[in-house]
């Protein structure tokens, strides 16, 4: 594959899709597969019908209706806004911070009010796809606003430039062992709206000749309904908690070329046993918000991870960041990372990730990795709080976990095989599921409030 260069000169314009070809398939809907020109025309269309308006909070959940309505906003030149989640509350900050942003949606919104203009399917102006051309824009223009998901904490919000959006989609094949397939079709269970899920089902489908079904499966049967309805090669992108109920379904799936998996580390047990039940190598992309995805792995070939081409692994005195020499960015890692080589790292734990009991070190990933491994456990996460919330006792590490036939003692004597006596909970909560967003993520608020309503309970014994 060659690897993408800015231009360096003239007006540094781009094209919305590219490479274009007019008759290729871009999603596969229930209605059949919708071209590259199609989403062209029908975003040409849609494009006089959008308010005047900087900011366009894009709430579609079907793909095409997504890339639609993207496309649309760009040609207006307007920023594309995505939330961290759907609720009110976000829609309402959103609002409150930018009364001049208006939603794009092809469902109800999460609140009422407000400008908003619905994507539908209806079909574009009609005559020869082959007049029909994308948009250039500026390589330098503000494209997206993203928020980060709240798993750290407050979501945030992140600027990205048409350029950054372009060079990271570029690259996916790269990360995730596909520079050999230039036209693979993708199933996502990740939503468009966050990084990984925008990158690997939206802009790979503008900037990387991929197709993707315009459905977000989540469950195991719909998984496989979708795989069913897209052409080999076909590519799962996920995250592991759906990958995990995949693999305890025994749905039976057609042929899948790759799994790709981010939001989380895998361990590598869950990675081989996925391979062995899939059939399919299974990849991970690492990546923040902030940068986009930075590196790839194959999980079951080690713990180390290849940076992106474009981007070089870098430190001075005590920090560490992701250079990307292009762009003339310097963007810090928000994980503990060991530095290979520049193009070469692994990973040690989100910074705010890391415990410190008895003066040993660890992550809470890695705990609740451990934790994962236990025979029974369905869900589970390690948690620390920054205080005692509250709750009139010390800050010590509990577990969160779904297992229904286990016990707090049984997962207690399995952990003490697995880790260090310093990191086994004192406190083991078993819950009917955990508070996870629709990436398989964690958000620290939905975590805290977990606790608060879980742990008094147990204080109070």
Same mark, same amino acid.
């Given at each position: 594959?060659t690897?993408?260069?800015?231009?360096k000169?003239g007006?540094?314009?781009w094209?919305l899709i590219?490479?274009?070809e007019a008759?290729?398939p871009?999603f596969?809907?229930?209605?059949g597969p919708l071209?590259q020109?199609?989403?062209?025309e029908r975003?040409?269309?849609?494009?006089?019908?959008?308010?005047?308006?900087?900011?366009a909070?894009?709430?579609s959940?079907a793909?095409?209706?997504?890339?639609?309505?993207?496309l649309a906003? =760009?040609?207006?030149?307007? /920023?594309?806004v995505?939330p961290a989640d759907?609720t009110?509350r976000s829609?309402s900050?959103l609002?409150?911070?930018?009364p001049d942003?208006?939603?794009?949606?092809?469902?109800?919104l999460p609140?009422?009010? &407000?400008?908003s203009?619905?994507v539908?399917a #209806?079909a574009g102006? &009609?005559g020869?796809?082959?007049?029909?051309?994308?948009?250039?824009?500026?390589?330098e223009r503000?494209?997206?606003?993203?928020?980060?998901s709240?798993?750290t904490g407050?979501?945030t919000?992140?600027?990205?430039?048409?350029?950054?959006?372009?060079a &990271?989609?570029?690259?996916?094949?790269?990360?995730?062992?596909?520079a050999?397939?230039?036209h693979?079709?993708i199933? #996502?269970?990740?939503?468009?709206?966050?990084?990984?899920?925008f990158?690997t089902s939206?802009?790979y489908?503008l900037?990387?000749g991929?197709s993707?079904?315009?459905?977000r499966p989540?469950?195991p049967?719909?998984i496989?309904?979708?795989l069913?309805?897209?052409?080999?090669?076909r590519?799962?992108v996920?995250?592991?908690?759906h990958l995990?109920?995949?693999i305890?379904s025994g749905?039976a799936?057609?042929?899948?070329d790759?799994?790709?998996?981010?939001t989380?580390?895998?361990?590598?047990d869950?990675?081989?046993a996925a391979e062995?039940?899939l059939?399919?190598p299974?990849?991970?992309i690492?990546?923040f918000?902030? #940068?986009g995805?930075v590196?790839g792995r194959r999980? /079951?070939?080690?713990a180390e991870?290849?940076l992106?081409?474009d981007?070089?692994?870098?430190?001075n005195?005590?920090?560490?960041?992701?250079? =990307?020499p292009?762009? &003339?960015?310097?963007?810090?890692?928000p994980?503990?990372v060991?530095i290979?080589?520049?193009?070469?790292?692994?990973l040690?734990g989100?910074?705010?990730d890391?415990v410190?009991v008895?003066g040993k070190?660890?992550?809470?990933?890695?705990? /609740?990795?451990?934790l994962?491994?236990?025979?029974?456990?369905e869900?589970?996460?390690f948690?620390?709080p920054?205080?005692d919330?509250?709750?009139?006792v010390?800050?010590r590490?509990?577990a969160?976990?779904?297992?229904p036939?286990?016990t707090?003692?049984?997962i207690r004597?399995?952990l003490?095989?697995?880790?260090?006596?310093?990191f086994?909970p004192?406190?083991i909560?078993?819950?009917?599921?955990?508070?996870?967003?629709?990436?398989?993520?964690?958000?620290q608020?939905?975590?805290?409030?977990l606790a608060?309503?879980?742990?008094?309970?147990?204080a109070?014994?």
């Amino acid at each position: 594959m060659t690897h993408f260069c800015l231009p360096k000169s003239g007006d540094r314009l781009w094209p919305l899709i590219h490479p274009f070809e007019a008759d290729r398939p871009a999603f596969w809907t229930s209605g059949g597969p919708l071209s590259q020109g199609q989403i062209v025309e029908r975003a040409a269309v849609l494009a006089p019908r959008l308010p005047d308006r900087p900011f366009a909070i894009n709430y579609s959940e079907a793909r095409d209706r997504f890339a639609v309505g993207l496309l649309a906003a =760009w040609s207006r030149g307007q /920023t594309a806004v995505f939330p961290a989640d759907r609720t009110e509350r976000s829609l309402s900050m959103l609002r409150a911070s930018a009364p001049d942003v208006y939603c794009l949606a092809d469902g109800p919104l999460p609140a009422g009010g &407000g400008v908003s203009v619905t994507v539908t399917a #209806a079909a574009g102006v &009609g005559g020869s796809l082959g007049a029909i051309q994308p948009v250039h824009v500026a390589l330098e223009r503000r494209a997206v606003m993203i928020f980060t998901s709240g798993s750290t904490g407050h979501p945030t919000g992140n600027d990205k430039t048409w350029a950054m959006l372009v060079a &990271g989609a570029k690259t996916i094949p790269d990360l995730v062992g596909l520079a050999d397939c230039p036209h693979p079709s993708i199933v #996502a269970t990740v939503p468009n709206q966050h990084m990984y899920g925008f990158e690997t089902s939206m802009m790979y489908v503008l900037q990387g000749g991929a197709s993707a079904h315009a459905e977000r499966p989540v469950y195991p049967a719909d998984i496989a309904r979708c795989l069913r309805d897209v052409p080999s090669p076909r590519v799962l992108v996920t995250t592991p908690v759906h990958l995990r109920a995949l693999i305890e379904s025994g749905c039976a799936l057609p042929e899948i070329d790759r799994i790709v998996s981010a939001t989380a580390l895998l361990s590598e047990d869950l990675a081989g046993a996925a391979e062995r039940r899939l059939k399919a190598p299974v990849w991970e992309i690492y990546g923040f918000t902030e #940068a986009g995805s930075v590196a790839g792995r194959r999980t /079951t070939a080690g713990a180390e991870w290849t940076l992106r081409r474009d981007l070089l692994a870098r430190q001075n005195n005590e920090k560490q960041y992701v250079e =990307w020499p292009a762009l &003339g960015q310097r963007i810090p890692f928000p994980d503990v990372v060991e530095i290979i080589d520049p193009g070469r790292i692994r990973l040690h734990g989100r910074s705010q990730d890391i415990v410190n009991v008895a003066g040993k070190r660890a992550s809470l990933a890695g705990l /609740t990795a451990q934790l994962l491994e236990i025979d029974g456990v369905e869900d589970g996460a390690f948690w620390l709080p920054s205080e005692d919330m509250g709750l009139g006792v010390v800050a010590r590490l509990a577990a969160f976990v779904v297992a229904p036939n286990n016990t707090p003692d049984r997962i207690r004597r399995e952990l003490s095989r697995r880790m260090d006596p310093a990191f086994i909970p004192r406190t083991i909560v078993q819950v009917e599921a955990l508070p996870r967003n629709a990436t398989g993520k964690l958000p620290q608020e939905s975590l805290r409030q977990l606790a608060a309503s879980h742990l008094r309970r147990h204080a109070a014994k």
